[in-house]
């Protein structure tokens, strides 16, 4: 009798332990002298925000943001002679491919300044706190009005003289004509277009074939695409500036960067 009720006890006691509960651990083998191993327990916390592929609709990679725009900067090449290389370029490197504050809340994807604008408005920090720039329905007419705003002031006529697959010529002159005042700009707008091969778009609609360039050349801008296993630490310790620096040149709100993302180191 007593010794059941010891057994009685023992499967108790087992029962109750193997019902606990568990937390998720990683095991490791750490050998010890002899035949024996021993099991070593640890819990890893990171801090680190690695990048991670996009799910939001406007969180687009350099590639998707290529797939979805192409067609729109090629049309408006047609109607205006701005090379769809050009167009693009700017696109990804004012929108940040897409993922920009000002292109999230106001589909913006040029940082154009409402100037005359009569329709909605956002406030978004630039070169001043609180600067007003234009707001609209859909990307598509933001587009549009980027052709529009080129085509129609005057500062920017000389460029319409140039051949119209030239995009270095339009890239050097965009600064020239006050465009940004980046010293860099057309050095970033050219590094793009050859990393990416957005020169293919301008030679389509113009019936041409399309140009080859050196790699080394596409290493030429000042522009990081993001990898898998990238974080800003890493990035900014990689060109010698700083987490806060990467954030505010690529209006970035939080650490979370996506794979394929383009960011403005300088």
Same mark, same amino acid.
Request: aromatic letters at 12%; charged letters at 30%.
């Given at each position: ?32 002298? /002899? ?11 990171? %801090? ?60 913006? =994807?040029?940082?154009?300044?409402? =100037?005359?604008?009569?329709? !909605? @408005?956002?406030? =978004?920090? %630039?070169?001043? @706190? /609180? !600067?007003?720039? @234009? ?10 009005? =980027? ?6 002031? /005057? @500062? ?8 119209? %697959? ?15 005042? %980046? ?13 990416? !091969? ?69």
């Amino acid at each position: 009798m007593r010794f059941s009720r010891i057994l009685s006890l023992f499967l108790i006691s087992l029962f109750v332990v193997s019902c606990g509960s568990r937390k998720k651990v990683v095991t490791t083998k750490k050998e010890e002298s /002899g035949t024996e191993s021993k099991e070593e327990r640890m819990v890893i916390y990171s %801090d680190e925000k690695e990048a991670e592929p996009s799910r939001s609709p406007y969180n687009y990679t350099v590639e998707s943001y290529i797939a979805e725009f192409a067609p729109i900067a090629q049309e408006e090449m047609k109607l205006y002679r701005i090379p769809a290389s050009i167009t693009l370029a700017q696109g990804i490197l004012e929108s940040g491919a897409g993922r920009g504050d000002l292109t999230r809340r106001a589909n913006n =994807h040029f940082g154009i300044k409402c =100037h005359d604008w009569e329709g !909605e @408005r956002v406030y =978004h920090d %630039d070169d001043r @706190r /609180g !600067e007003c720039f @234009r707001k609209y329905k859909e990307a598509k007419y933001s587009y549009r009005d =980027h052709s529009l705003f080129l085509a129609n002031r /005057g @500062r920017y006529s000389d460029l319409f003289n140039l051949d119209p %697959d030239d995009y270095k010529g339009w890239a050097k002159g965009l600064r020239k004509a006050g465009y940004a005042t %980046d010293r860099r700009y057309p050095d970033k707008l050219i590094g793009l277009i050859e990393r990416y !091969e957005l020169y293919r778009y301008d030679a389509e609609i113009l019936g041409k074939s399309t140009p080859v360039y050196t790699s080394a050349s596409r290493e030429s801008s000042d522009n990081y695409v993001v990898r898998k296993g990238d974080t800003l630490y890493s990035i900014a310790k990689r060109y010698n500036t700083t987490v806060e620096e990467l954030k505010r040149n690529n209006d970035l709100v939080g650490n979370t960067i996506s794979i394929g993302q383009v960011l403005n180191i300088k």
